[in-house]
């Protein structure tokens, strides 16, 4: 019999060390954290050729991207955006005025409101890109909450075959130090 032995152990000790285990395993639940805000999908600048930018419109921007970086607005285009703090911050914005457009309307003046606040009026009497930039009083903004930051133009242009309004071109807006 203990000629057998090393023959039955072997087989034993091998199947010892077999186990049945899975090959997935189900993913950890998930659960809100008990403290703190949650995330916002908004920052504090928007690039409109991205395609989140799409999260920052709230009216009066076309849905589609022009060229890969800009878009026509209408009217009274708004966005908003999500500030942490208020504190010495500038708000800022690409701005291009077509010529084609111009034509038509002559010159134009885009009025900014941050908040219903006016923030201020520009004329523009060419075509062409321009860079708005102006600091914005910290009563203007809400810290820690959604901001609305709107661009009037006083005069839209209309096509005369199709109706579509267009106003000016928005590159990039936003809020920074």
């Given at each position: 019999m203990n000629e057998y032995?090393?023959?039955?152990?072997?087989?034993?000790?091998?199947?010892?060390?077999?186990?049945n285990i899975p090959d997935?395993?189900?993913?950890?639940?998930?659960?809100?954290?008990?403290?703190g805000a949650e995330p916002s999908p908004i920052g504090t600048f928007v690039n409109l050729g991205e395609p989140s930018a799409d999260a920052y419109i709230v009216r009066d921007v076309t849905g589609y991207v022009e060229s890969s970086a800009w878009r026509w607005t209408r009217k009274r285009p708004e966005l908003r955006f999500f500030l942490d703090s208020t504190e010495?911050?500038?708000?800022?914005?690409?701005?291009?005025?077509?010529?084609?457009t111009l034509k038509e309307t002559g010159p134009v003046t885009i009025s900014i409101f941050i908040n219903g606040h006016l923030l201020d009026k520009?004329?523009?009497a060419s075509a062409g890109r321009r860079?708005?930039?102006?600091?914005?009083?910290?009563?203007?903004l809400l810290p820690k909450a959604v901001?609305?930051?709107?661009l009037e133009i006083d005069k839209v242009w209309v096509s005369k075959t199709d109706g579509a309004v267009?106003?000016?071109?928005?590159?990039?807006?936003?809020f920074s130090e």
């Open positions: 032995r090393p023959y039955i152990l072997i087989p034993l000790c091998l199947l010892a060390g077999c186990a997935s395993y189900a993913p950890p639940i998930q659960r809100k954290p008990l403290t010495h911050l500038k708000f800022k914005a690409d701005i291009s005025i077509a010529d084609v520009v004329k523009y860079d708005f930039e102006k600091p914005v009083p910290a009563a203007f901001n609305i930051a709107a267009l106003g000016f071109i928005l590159t990039t807006a936003g």
